[in-house]
């Protein structure tokens, strides 16, 4: 199959203030002594790809104090040019919300300012017909029907059960269109029934690749940029038509997060 690569326009936040000074998923060990400078070279390892694919990539000013900033796929969900701002679970991160929702605001976006909790495109993952909503360990379902409500697309609600795939980005991705890619154990039994019957033609991935958070991964519709160690998943997209680029972020990975979670993606009112 032909695929093509259609640019893509990003926001990014360099991880100037990374550390890993708490734990909120599994990941997460702030006994474990963390790298700043690696984290920071191999996040700009990751803007310079994104530029080298024809993609724009805006930024966010990091803020001290937020650590979790980095990881900018949580701070917002953007899909027509409406920008649904974030809530967290956590009261680490409370103040990445406002702070992602008034860059939007002072860039002339629509945004709302959500009730309940949602992640951003942690847990709420843009398909050309749904969003996909993942829920069990952030987000809510009152923060779905919220992003429903002012996205105007139809969620798919989806029951995360492992803690180590406590985002929906962890355990699933959207390669282009209606193409997904998921680790079926991440889910409870019915949200896999519900992924078989809308995406019967999704791309499987086993644990070992899902552990390598070989899901959390950034497409645009040719390339994927993937993390490194998740070998079997770049043999799985190559086999369909893929190309599967490996980046290094060991160090972003002490916080949980990967490829997909340092990538927000701003889709413009057309
Ligand atoms: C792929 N993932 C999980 C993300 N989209 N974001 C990473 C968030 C990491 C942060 N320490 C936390 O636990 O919230």
Same mark, same amino acid.
């Given at each position: 199959?032909?695929?093509?690569?259609?640019?893509?326009?990003?926001?990014?936040?360099r991880?100037?203030?990374?550390?890993? /000074?708490?734990?909120?998923n599994?990941?997460?060990?702030?006994?474990?002594?963390?790298?700043?400078?690696?984290?920071?070279?191999?996040?700009?390892?990751?803007?310079?790809?994104?530029?080298?694919?024809?993609?724009?990539?805006d930024?966010?000013?990091?803020?001290?104090?937020?650590?979790?900033?980095?990881?900018?796929?949580?701070?917002?969900?953007?899909?027509?040019?409406?920008?649904?701002?974030?809530?967290?679970?956590?009261?680490?991160?409370?103040?990445?919300?406002?702070?992602?929702?008034?860059?939007?605001?002072?860039?002339?976006?629509?945004?709302?300012?959500?009730v309940?909790?949602?992640?951003?495109?942690?847990?709420?993952?843009l398909?050309?017909?749904?969003?996909?909503?993942?829920?069990?360990?952030?987000?809510? /379902?009152?923060?779905?029907?919220?992003?429903?409500?002012?996205?105007g697309?139809?969620?798919?609600?989806?029951?995360?059960?492992?803690?180590?795939?406590?985002?929906?980005?962890?355990?699933?991705?959207?390669?282009?269109?209606?193409?997904?890619?998921?680790?079926?154990?991440?889910?409870?039994?019915?949200?896999?029934?519900?992924?078989?019957?809308?995406?019967?033609?999704?791309?499987?991935?086993?644990?070992?690749?899902?552990?390598?958070?070989?899901?959390?991964?950034?497409?645009?519709?040719l390339?994927?940029?993937?993390?490194?160690?998740?070998?079997?998943?770049?043999?799985?997209?190559r086999?369909?038509?893929?190309?599967?680029?490996?980046?290094?972020? /060991?160090?972003?990975?002490?916080?949980?997060?990967?490829?997909?979670?340092?990538?927000?993606?701003?889709?413009?009112?057309?």
């Amino acid at each position: 199959m032909t695929r093509t690569a259609r640019p893509r326009h990003y926001l990014m936040c360099r991880p100037t203030h990374f550390e890993v /000074s708490y734990a909120i998923n599994p990941w997460m060990d702030p006994a474990k002594p963390v790298d700043t400078a690696l984290a920071v070279a191999q996040w700009e390892r990751l803007y310079e790809l994104y530029v080298e694919l024809g993609h724009r990539v805006d930024l966010i000013d990091p803020l001290p104090g937020l650590p979790d900033m980095v990881y900018a796929a949580n701070g917002a969900t953007v899909v027509d040019g409406r920008v649904l701002g974030a809530r967290f679970r956590n009261a680490e991160r409370a103040a990445e919300g406002p702070a992602y929702l008034e860059w939007f605001r002072a860039r002339g976006f629509t945004t709302l300012d959500p009730v309940h909790v949602n992640e951003g495109e942690g847990d709420l993952l843009l398909t050309d017909r749904y969003l996909l909503a993942g829920r069990g360990f952030r987000s809510v /379902s009152a923060g779905h029907a919220e992003a429903q409500e002012f996205l105007g697309r139809p969620v798919i609600g989806l029951d995360l059960v492992d803690p180590r795939f406590y985002h929906l980005d962890t355990a699933l991705s959207v390669l282009d269109g209606e193409q997904i890619m998921y680790y079926p154990g991440a889910f409870s039994a019915g949200s896999r029934a519900v992924l078989r019957r809308l995406f019967p033609d999704a791309v499987l991935v086993g644990e070992e690749d899902a552990e390598a958070f070989g899901l959390n991964v950034a497409g645009d519709g040719l390339n994927v940029v993937i993390p490194e160690p998740a070998t079997g998943v770049a043999a799985r997209l190559r086999a369909h038509g893929y190309r599967p680029i490996g980046m290094d972020l /060991s160090e972003l990975l002490k916080g949980g997060g990967s490829v997909k979670c340092c990538t927000l993606e701003i889709r413009e009112a057309v």
